[in-house]
C-alpha cells in the first residue's frame, strides 16, 4: 500500500524558514518524480514544486521560485521542501503527492502538514 | 500568466447527471495539457479520479468520466449519488514540469 506521511509544519514567523519532510512507502521511490501541492485556508490546490526520480530535475511554481527549494533521499524515501523568505501567503496545508515520470498527474497524496506564517 | 477555469459551484440532484468543465482564461484545453481530476471532502487529501483527460483512477466508479468537450477538459457524472458532494479540482500540465489547478468546483448533491 502507498502512504506518504509529511512532517515539519508548524507555526514560524514572517520571514522565517521551515523544511518539510515526506516520508514515502509502499512503492519502489526511486523510480517516481514527486510533488509538493498547497492549498491556503479555504482556498484551492495549487501546484508548488517538482523533482525528478533522480532528483537531478527540479520545477518550481513563480510563486515560490528563489525561495524554495525541493530535494530528495532515495537511500531514505523522502522528498524534502525547504521554505525560506515565508510569507502569510505560503500559510497552507501542504500536501506530497507522487507522480509517474512522464505522467503528468498525481495519483498518490499524503495527509498533509499545516504551515502557518504569523508573527 | 494562463489561468484554469472551472465553475465556483453546482447543483445536481440525486440519480442526476452533472458535467463539470475545466477551461484556459486564453487558449484551448486538448488531450496535450493532459487533464486530470480530483475529488476532494472537507478535511481529506484530494483522490484523483481521472487521469489522461479519460482513464479512470482504480477503484473510481464508472459513474465518473472524462472528455474534452469543446475546447474544456469535462468530468461528467452520471447517477450522482450522496457521498459524490464533494470538491472537483481538475489540473492541467502546462510544460516544463509545469501543471496548475483549477479554483475549483463546489458540487452539491440535493
Do not use: H
Request: charged share 15%; proline share 3%.
Amino acid at each position: 500500500e502507498v502512504q506518504l506521511l509529511e512532517s515539519g509544519g508548524g507555526l514560524v514567523q514572517p520571514g522565517g524558514s521551515l523544511r518539510l519532510s515526506c516520508a514515502a512507502s509502499g512503492f519502489t521511490f526511486s523510480s517516481y518524480a514527486m510533488n509538493w501541492i498547497r492549498q491556503a485556508p479555504g482556498k484551492g490546490l495549487e501546484w508548488v514544486s517538482g523533482i525528478s526520480a533522480s532528483g537531478a530535475i527540479t520545477y518550481y511554481a513563480d510563486s515560490v521560485k528563489g525561495r524554495f527549494t525541493i530535494s530528495r533521499d532515495n537511500s531514505k524515501s523522502t522528498v524534502y521542501l525547504q521554505m525560506n523568505s515565508l510569507g502569510a501567503e505560503d500559510t497552507a496545508v501542504y500536501y506530497c503527492a507522487k507522480r509517474e515520470t512522464g505522467l503528468w498527474y498525481f495519483d498518490y497524496w499524503g495527509q498533509g502538514t499545516l504551515v502557518t506564517v504569523s508573527s | 500568466q494562463t489561468v484554469v477555469t472551472q465553475e465556483p459551484s453546482f447543483s445536481v440532484s440525486p440519480g442526476g447527471t452533472v458535467t463539470l468543465t475545466c477551461g484556459l482564461s486564453s487558449g484551448s484545453v486538448s488531450t496535450s495539457y493532459y487533464p486530470s481530476w480530483y475529488q476532494q471532502t472537507p478535511g481529506q487529501a484530494p483522490r484523483m479520479l481521472i487521469y489522461n483527460t479519460n482513464t479512470r483512477s482504480s477503484g473510481v466508479p464508472d459513474r465518473f468520466s472524462g472528455s474534452i468537450l469543446g475546447n474544456r477538459a469535462a468530468l461528467t457524472i452520471t447517477g450522482a449519488q450522496a457521498d459524490d458532494e464533494s470538491d472537483y479540482y481538475c489540473g492541467l500540465y502546462m510544460g516544463s514540469g509545469i501543471s496548475v489547478f483549477g479554483g475549483g468546483t463546489k458540487l452539491t448533491v440535493l
